[in-house]
């Protein structure tokens, strides 16, 4: 369905990747994807996205003019110096990327080799205006496709997963005139393309992603996981009639966490009331937190406190305010505390972590996986030892059964297989064995050799099977 922020996507660019999950370029047959610069990820999906879409909306103009504030706010980013830097890295990235279709590009033409870039050029005014200059082709190709899809720029955000946003990607394509698809798990991570190659790895986080993508956008896909052989399966996703979403809410895009912001651009934003029946009464704010508001400011943000608490819990509303507190003490001069609080709770700001607290978690995290690490080295080292000592006695009983078999034998079969072994002996064998009864090394080395020799008369091949040894004694 078509809404104001809806973007017409050809199918052929949802089934093939214009971007990847990480740095890796992947290889499909009959898709030649180049790029001399970084190779374009989620990130930079979302911006090309949002600019695809402001084409779109400005009647497919292939130019347009913009802002750099205005991509980062449709892309729910807070505004800064690093998120400005971010963008321009993305367009010199969108800048060196050329695709090349080789016989599997879909339309009403056929085509022995169909290339293009994505983006032209671009370029920021004296006065700060962005210029983006899309490759005519390409977007061409989309506005007058007949195969394509439009698909939800805000839900394409609310996704904040780069497996979700590649399977959206597919999934939108695929149900296109259907209800059902049944593909090759291994497949499908080709197709993607995931780094995992086991099914057992890539199960859970394409179950993790549909799960997302359904409680996230208006696809209601359910996936169902059919094992087959060792190391191979399938997934047979569904679709069902979905009733339509009410406007994903904005929020904000994690790119960088971001950093205080500028008081000199903060706006005051109207108040957002929330009603509540007759009967429950707003919460009361505790004393103790009203404490923490800066005397000379708490009376006239004293209802913009409430509205956010009514919202939320004690624990938010204080870190909310001890955030802002921490800007007013790093010398920042707000002129409103109410609209910098206001902000700090609608952008989740009271999330983020300090420094000291990133650096604490990095090394628990580096120091469980150490911990892992070694748990799992120490797993295998024991596993590898009682292997070895399978093999140990795998190769005794062996030696045992082959000396019973040969007392068998009648005294004069006895001194002929003797003889035999004998004769079958190297020149270090023989000075080895006539040393034997003087050297218990060298003696330890002909008994090696006997049992050796007596074990390729006496014991059958199926004998020899480790494995169906190890069945046999149920380990």
Avoid at 312 to 323: A, F, L, M, Q, V
Avoid at 380 to 389: A, G, S, T, V, Y
Avoid at 424 to 442: D, F, G, H, P, R
Wanted: aromatic share 10%; charged share 30%; net charge positive.
């Amino acid at each position: 369905m078509k809404t104001d922020n809806s973007i017409k996507q050809d199918i052929n660019f949802l089934e093939y990747p214009l971007w990847m999950q990480s740095n890796e370029l992947a290889e499909i047959n009959g898709y030649k994807y180049e790029c001399s610069d970084n190779v374009p990820t989620k990130v930079d999906a979302i911006f090309l996205y949002c600019i695809l879409m402001l084409c779109q909306q400005q009647d497919w103009q292939h130019k347009i003019i913009t802002s750099q504030y205005k991509i980062l706010t449709l892309c729910g980013i807070v505004p800064n110096k690093e998120r400005r830097n971010r963008l321009k890295e993305s367009l010199v990235t969108w800048e060196n990327v050329k695709i090349e279709f080789q016989g599997t590009f879909l339309n009403n033409k056929e085509y022995k080799i169909l290339r293009f870039g994505i983006l032209n050029d671009w370029g920021i005014t004296a006065d700060g205006k962005l210029e983006i200059s899309l490759n005519e082709k390409w977007l061409m190709t989309i506005r007058d496709s007949n195969f394509f899809k439009f698909i939800n720029f805000n839900q394409l955000k609310a996704l904040r997963s780069s497996l979700a946003l590649r399977l959206h990607e597919l999934l939108s394509k695929t149900f296109y005139k259907r209800n059902t698809w049944e593909i090759d798990i291994l497949k499908l991570a080709e197709k993607i393309p995931m780094a995992e190659k086991y099914i057992a790895h890539i199960i859970p986080k394409i179950e993790a992603a549909t799960k997302r993508i359904r409680e996230k956008t208006d696809l209601d896909i359910t996936v169902k996981v059919i094992k087959q052989d060792r190391g191979q399966g399938k997934f047979i996703f569904t679709k069902k009639e979905k009733k339509v979403k009410s406007e994903v809410k904005e929020s904000s895009y994690e790119l960088l966490s971001p950093p205080e912001p500028q008081p000199s651009v903060l706006k005051t934003p109207q108040p957002q009331l929330k009603l509540t029946p007759p009967s429950e009464p707003s919460p009361s704010l505790p004393i103790e937190i009203l404490n923490l508001i800066p005397e000379e400011w708490r009376e006239s943000v004293i209802d913009e406190v409430n509205r956010i608490f009514a919202e939320s819990d004690i624990d938010t509303i204080r870190r909310c305010i001890e955030k802002v507190n921490i800007s007013l003490n790093k010398g920042s001069e707000l002129s409103s505390y109410g609209g910098y609080l206001r902000r700090c709770y609608d952008e989740k700001w009271y999330n983020q972590k300090s420094a000291s607290q990133i650096k604490a978690d990095k090394q628990a995290l580096e120091s469980q996986k150490a911990e892992l690490l070694r748990k799992k080295e120490n797993e295998e080292r024991i596993k590898r030892e009682k292997l070895d000592q399978l093999k140990h006695n795998f190769d005794q009983e062996l030696s045992q059964l082959a000396v019973e078999r040969f007392k068998e034998k009648s005294l004069t079969e006895q001194a002929e297989l003797i003889k035999e072994f004998e004769e079958s002996m190297n020149t270090v064998t023989k000075e080895m064995y006539i040393k034997a009864k003087k050297n218990i090394e060298a003696s330890i080395f002909v008994r090696s050799a006997y049992h050796s020799f007596f074990k390729n008369k006496f014991i059958t091949e199926d004998e020899r099977n480790f494995e169906l040894w190890l069945v046999s004694r149920a380990y």
